[in-house]
């Protein structure tokens, strides 16, 4: 009898703290957040239409490819699928989702951001990305992602790997009260920092015009009396980078490993490891047969922004993003040959 009230009480205490988690969730956990966003659009498109190509990669991404730009040009249909500082592990989830989906056209936005970062450092990110994600999908699918991500060897061994069953840790809306009201209306309210229905952010920002940057050319008088850090692919990221490339091999992926533009490329880390970086990543996208093409040593002559086509130091605003969309449709036309043609390496 005592056991059986005991387990009783153990069971009601359980209820209650789901209940009180999933309420705390519900008043907390932003309503339509960039992952969720993104997995929501997703599914509704390629439930009514069939995306030929999707895009992936961090915000930078998120922000770049306008796919009605893009599909007017290639006659097409395509999706926008970055999402918030994207780990590389995540984007392999995404590549594997869409290929599912019939889905065998794959934009990747590498961002040099995101080459140092472990998993492990990114929690926030990745948790709200896997946990959208799960909730899209059947029980079964979902238990067995949300058990892979807590006991990947980024988590298993962390606070993290307990924090991701509540989501209002990691993934949070300071203003509740519009929160909840978003919430039981269903409707965005509050349209700054959200999606098109084909996956891009737009936003009429324009980046702080003293924004101190450089060129290739001179980055070396830029960095006269500073010692800036060397940007290097750490191990754990070129691990998941090769997991990429061997899927999609694998599983006949046409893949095209690219880098967004920004500002501040080439001021962020010594001239020198940038471009050993570069070498490395063509080599390591080339050994699978992919090309990798950085945009920002694009010749000028065929594409080139000014600095009002950003909302800050590493995003596109509507109008680049438009500008870069449209000048990307029509490098997508090219062969192998005039696409190499139009690179400054140095």
Known sequence: MRISKKIAAFVAVLVIFILVNKLI??????????????W??????????????????????????????????LGIVSFNMGTNMQSFENTLIAIKEAHKNGINEIVFSVDRDMLEQDRSDNF??????????????????????????????????????????????????????????????????????????????????????SLVYTTVEDADNYAWGRELPVLEISDENRKALIEICEYCKNNGIALYPVEVPYPTFISQHTKESYFEVYE??????????????????????????????????GHFNTVGAMKFSKMFAAFMKLDKIDKEKLFNIR
């Open 280 to 313: 490395e990543l063509k080599d390591l996208f080339g050994k699978y047969g992919y090309d990798y093409y950085d945009f920002n040593l694009i010749d000028d002559g065929y594409y080139s922004w000014e600095l009002t086509d950003f909302k800050d130091q």
């Open 124 to 209: 926030r990110a990745d948790a709200s990305f896997v946990s959208a994600y799960t909730r899209m999908q059947n029980p079964v699918k979902a238990f067995v992602t949300s058990v892979e991500f807590v006991t990947s060897p980024s988590f298993i061994t962390k606070p993290s790997s307990i924090n991701y069953f509540f989501p209002w840790v990691y993934n949070r809306n300071t203003n509740i009260v519009l929160n909840i009201k978003q919430k039981l209306s269903g409707v965005i309210e509050d349209k700054d920092g959200h999606r098109s229905s084909s996956g891009y952010e737009p936003s009429d920002e324009v980046v702080d015009m």
């Open 25 to 38: 969730c519900f008043a907390v956990e932003p309503y339509m957040g960039s992952s969720t966003e993104m």
């Open 40 to 73: 929501t659009y997703f599914y509704e498109n390629v439930s009514s239409k069939k995306v030929e190509m999707v895009y992936l990669g961090t915000s930078q991404c998120e922000c770049a490819f306008n796919p009605e730009s893009i599909d007017d040009e």
